[in-house]
């Protein structure tokens, strides 16, 4: 405990003036301090508030973009009778159908061979320089060798594979005498066919002739829905509509069956998905207001907020609006089995749902999407159910919209009260500082008046002794 000096001297009115000085500015700080105090807590609130918001409303929107470009209706089904002669992929344009399918012939890359070797690094040409030349299609490109051996040949081709699509490999054949032998590949196709010789004028060198041809370049060859194709690689992707073939090898009894159904799955649950966000932002906004909540973050922190009712209003008229592109006799969610309850939450109907993806599936993309890839948000164009809910969002949502306007407000609300705080700080300090002051000239004031009672109590007491001792 600090003890007054005055005090510890016994010295003027023996009152503890800084604790008194103390005690009567805190009288007079602590109700402007926790009325700004309640200023600063509130619109710490109203920020955390409009941040909740503003993360429901994300969620709400992701939703909605999930349904927004026709390729998020795609999904489709592939039964194939012969997955050992191709391979079937579908995409966003395929549609429900069967198609026949026989492969012919794969499309394979020339393979040639060299002469034989002792080994990988015998000396090729006496040593001396010499180079090749790659001729595909009529195009030729040198290739000098610098390490005149078979290894350095390899290293040579594969150096300009990049121009000529030829690769080179040694090969061990386990022979005896030569093992080493220079393997040439290709790329698929007819078109591919190379030829390797020693450019004119050069001396021919031992072994480096690769006139061995062990596989042609070919194209591949198929028959789909009775219509011969051929292409220079295995791949075929642009004869039915929206499905990717990889050719595996001929069909071996006659043509595949390949059935194409239509996946209702991906966008039942990308549905399902936008109206869980629908109702986990409805009760999100429900618990901001509600100051009997028993979440003790969020509970009530908007409480009388309009913001709330505002963003209600506006997701409501996003999940009962028409669409914009409505098609066949799908126009609103509640053509499909989505519809609001007494409570104000959405319902899927499960079997209507069902039914109207298995029967109207493209009209539901129609309404959702506008049949449209990327669109963009600029301009009154018809976007569809989702396209029109992420333009309306994105208002919302912008850093001119109702919530971050009165988050910025809230913001400068809260600077505003830290530095009223810090001005209060500073004025009460200067109230202490004067009523230290003040009781400090008090306490002189009583410490003279004392030393004169001490004096004339002397006195007094002087004169008393000297009549009584006479």
Do not use: C
Request: charged share 20%.
């Amino acid at each position: 405990m600090t003890t007054d000096i005055t005090t510890a001297l016994k010295a003027g009115s023996g009152i503890d003036i800084k604790t008194l000085a103390q005690n009567l500015t805190d009288v007079e700080k602590k109700p402007r301090q926790e009325a700004i105090q309640a200023r600063i807590d509130k619109s710490e609130q109203r920020i955390s508030g409009y941040g909740a918001v503003m993360f429901g409303l994300k969620q709400f929107r992701e939703a909605f973009a999930n349904l927004n470009d026709r390729s998020d209706f795609s999904g489709a089904t592939v039964r194939n009778s012969a997955p050992l002669a191709f391979e079937a992929s579908a995409g966003a344009e395929a549609t429900s159908d069967q198609h026949s399918v026989e492969v012919i012939s794969l499309a394979r890359g020339q393979i040639s061979r060299s002469g034989s070797f002792s080994a990988a690094n015998v000396t090729l040409n006496g040593g001396n320089a010499f180079s090749l030349d790659i001729n595909l299609g009529g195009t030729v490109t040198n290739v000098s060798v610098t390490r005149r051996s078979p290894e350095g040949v390899v290293d040579a081709i594969n150096s300009k594979s990049a121009a000529t699509g030829v690769s080179a490999r040694l090969v061990n054949t386990g022979d005896p005498n030569n093992p080493i032998t220079i393997v040439l590949t290709g790329e698929s196709g007819a078109a591919n066919a190379f030829t390797v010789t020693q450019p004119p004028g050069q001396a021919p060198v031992a072994g480096l002739s690769f006139n061995t041809r062990l596989q042609t370049a070919t194209d591949s060859s198929a028959v789909i829905d009775g219509i011969a194709v051929s292409r220079p690689d295995n791949t075929i992707e642009d004869v039915i509509p929206g499905v990717k073939l990889e050719l595996l090898a001929p069909t071996s009894t006659g043509p595949g069956t390949l059935t194409i159904g239509r996946d209702t799955g991906p966008a039942k649950a990308k549905i399902e998905a936008l109206v869980s966000a629908y109702n986990d932002l409805q009760d999100f906004l429900n618990t901001l207001g509600d100051p009997k909540s028993d979440d003790e973050e969020y509970g009530g922190i908007l409480e009388n907020d309009s913001v709330l009712r505002y963003v209600r209003d506006q997701a409501r008229s996003m999940v009962i609006a028409t669409s914009s592109t409505p098609a066949g006799t799908v126009s609103a969610l509640r053509d499909i089995g989505v519809a609001l309850d007494r409570d104000g939450r959405l319902q899927i109907d499960q079997i209507k749902l069902d039914v109207s993806l298995l029967a109207r599936f493209d009209d539901i993309a129609m309404a959702f999407s506008a049949n449209t890839e990327n669109q963009t948000m600029l301009g009154d164009l018809p976007r569809g159910l989702a396209g029109d809910a992420l333009k309306k969002l994105d208002g919302i949502m912008a850093n001119n919209g109702p919530i971050l306007s009165r988050n910025a407000s809230a913001n400068s609300q809260l600077t505003d009260a830290q530095e009223d705080l810090a001005d209060l700080e500073t004025r009460m300090s200067d109230t202490y500082d004067r009523y230290l002051n003040q009781f400090a000239v008090m306490d002189g004031l009583v410490s003279q008046m004392n030393s004169l009672k001490e004096s004339l109590k002397n006195q007094f007491e002087g004169l008393a002794a000297m009549y009584t001792n006479k």
